[in-house]
């Protein structure tokens, strides 16, 4: 089935749906959608379209079916979810929706779960995201409780703040004003790398008393210092720091 280049919204029926990095249920998940985020198609290959997710720009590829999605309209009503999970029903079909995803009326009547009304606080949305993640197991590429890995942790975070990051560590490390050690606020992202190269590769959100909030095996929280993260229970270092960035936050 042909789908008109367009930019588009997942569905109710699909809270969750895999990007891979080519088209093949056997190949690596770079990324996931989650409800109510736009896409544009870029490219059709058989059963897969390549797209472009509007809020990151990232590109991958999907499953092409036309039941996926619903034609975009009324974007400016969309709320954020802000709890766990959701869950909404239009006609017989009730779905949950996690966390971060957006809704609005038209897409189907909310039974339960909170949006975001207003923009929280910086100090509210970790209170949130701490409550909501912690013990998560990691997921290369997911954006979920069910599955999170850094970036994505990371990309969630700031959209309750009202900001919209890159998807990838070393893309995000190109966004806000550089902190120096020592200065860092509850708050602040802190960049990494796993080696002894200076490639970004992890990012976890500073948290308070020397603390790093972060997705590595699960979502957790562990002591940081100017070497770089040291994983309290397997007493060792696990990621080398390399900087960390204050993104200014909208108003």
Known sequence: MTIPAESLQLPLGVPILAVR??????????????????????????????????HDQYFGWIENHAHYFFPANDLEKQKVVCSPLAY??????????????????????????????????????????YKVFLGAPYLWGGRSIWGIDCSGLSQLYARLLGISLPRDAKDQALMGEEVLFGQWQQGDLVF???????KVNHVGIAWKDGYILHASGTVRLDAIDVHGIYHLENKMYTHRYLLAKRIKLPG
Not at 97 to 126: H, N, T, Y
């Open 192 to 198: 990494f790398s796993n080696n002894q190269q200076s």
């Open 21 to 54: 990095k080519i088209p093949d249920h056997r190949s690596e998940m770079v990324n996931q959608l989650i409800f109510g985020e736009t896409v544009t198609i870029v490219d059709q290959k058989d059963h897969w379209l390549y797209i472009q997710s509007f």
């Open 88 to 129: 909404v029903q239009k006609a017989n079909l009730r779905i949950y929706i996690p966390f971060g995803a957006f809704w609005q009326p038209s897409w189907g009547e909310l039974l339960e779960g909170e949006m975001l009304d207003e923009r929280m606080s910086q100090a509210e949305v970790l209170k949130t995201l």
